[in-house]
């Protein structure tokens, strides 16, 4: 109920028919195989092994998306829905490739491996929800070639990378605890670290009771870590896109959001107002240029973009909230 109040504009995933489905499956080849081109195109020049498989890939796409839509004019003729999977509870939208302006090599084999997971897990779905023969049988191989395809990402220029990263990111362990856990942890540490500034700082500055500012922030930081956490947990059920348990994520997002507000409410148990708010602006500087390195690091922004996000941004808050507050 509450993904259908995030997400009203979209339908759920099972009350799509088979006719919405094969359209689907082939929009969303189609854009997959465009995005392994655009991999190519990115990265060949500092890496022709890794370009030669991504065109090789997106061959593969392209032979899928034929199949899909030579079945489909067989059984509903040559009329597609223009349905995407942006128009479909439980897949994840992800940022266009064009948009980013530096790609890395580990960043690319990062998204090979969501990509054909969900791809994986949307067969193995759709398949079940069928009763045409012809179609549930391509359903179900097509699941088991994007199951290999997953493995691929293993294979993107292993030398390239350190000891270290080769070891972390050849395992599937690994990629599933960024999805499940990493990714919802940072995007909550970022709100909870930034969204409580005002109200902190603004009750700071507006009582001089390092108490009441104290009482403000806990209860900024859990009641962002709370919201924060059912809406990572209704965004989708990790069904379609292999994002592990809901509930999971929703605690990871949550708890990271909360330890983000408390960062800077904590100073405020000191009885002394000046020092307690000299320790908790020291606090807010480490905290927005941790963010700025995490989302360099994690995200692939890159480091001085991030700054201009976190960092500046942050600071706009801080002044606002102490602005507020001297009011």
């Not at 009350?15 to 689907?24: G, Q, V, Y």
């Amino acid at each position: 109920m509450l993904s259908r109040l995030l997400a009203p504009a979209r339908r759920d995933f099972d009350s799509l028919n088979e006719r919405e489905i094969l359209s689907l499956a082939i929009a969303a080849e189609e854009e997959d195989g465009r995005i392994y081109s655009e991999f190519s195109s990115r990265l060949g020049d500092a890496y022709p092994g890794s370009a030669a498989l991504f065109d090789g890939m997106a061959a593969e796409e392209d032979e899928h998306r034929r199949r899909l839509l030579d079945l489909y004019i067989e059984k509903f003729g040559t009329r597609l829905i223009p349905i995407r999977r942006e128009h479909v509870r439980g897949f994840l939208v992800r940022k266009p490739i064009w948009l980013m302006k530096t790609l890395t090599l580990e960043a690319a084999r990062q998204q090979v491996w969501e990509m054909e997971e969900a791809a994986y897990r949307f067969y193995l779905e759709a398949a079940k929800r069928t009763t045409d023969a012809d179609i549930r049988k391509l359903l179900g191989d097509l699941a088991a070639q994007e199951k290999k395809h997953a493995t691929a990402a293993d294979r993107l220029e292993l030398t390239h990378l350190h000891a270290d990263a080769r070891e972390a990111e050849a395992s599937e362990a690994h990629r599933q605890f960024l999805l499940t856990y990493v990714q919802p942890g940072l995007a909550g540490l970022m709100d909870g670290s930034v969204s409580t500034l005002a109200p902190v700082f603004a009750a700071a500055f507006a009582t001089g009771n390092t108490w009441a500012t104290f009482l403000v922030g806990l209860a900024a930081a859990v009641g962002a870590g709370i919201s924060m956490g059912f809406t990572e947990a209704a965004s989708d059920d990790g069904r379609l896109t292999g994002r592990g348990s809901p509930v999971k994520r929703g605690f990871a997002a949550g708890i990271m959001t909360a330890i983000g507000g408390l960062g800077h409410a904590l100073p405020y148990l000191i009885p002394d107002f000046w020092m307690a708010t000299s320790v908790a602006a020291a606090v807010v500087l480490v905290e927005l240029w941790a963010i700025a390195y995490i989302q360099q690091r994690y995200m692939q922004t890159p480091f001085w973009r991030a700054v201009m996000q976190v960092v500046l941004g942050g600071s706009l808050v801080f002044a606002a909230g102490i602005l507020i507050g001297s009011a």
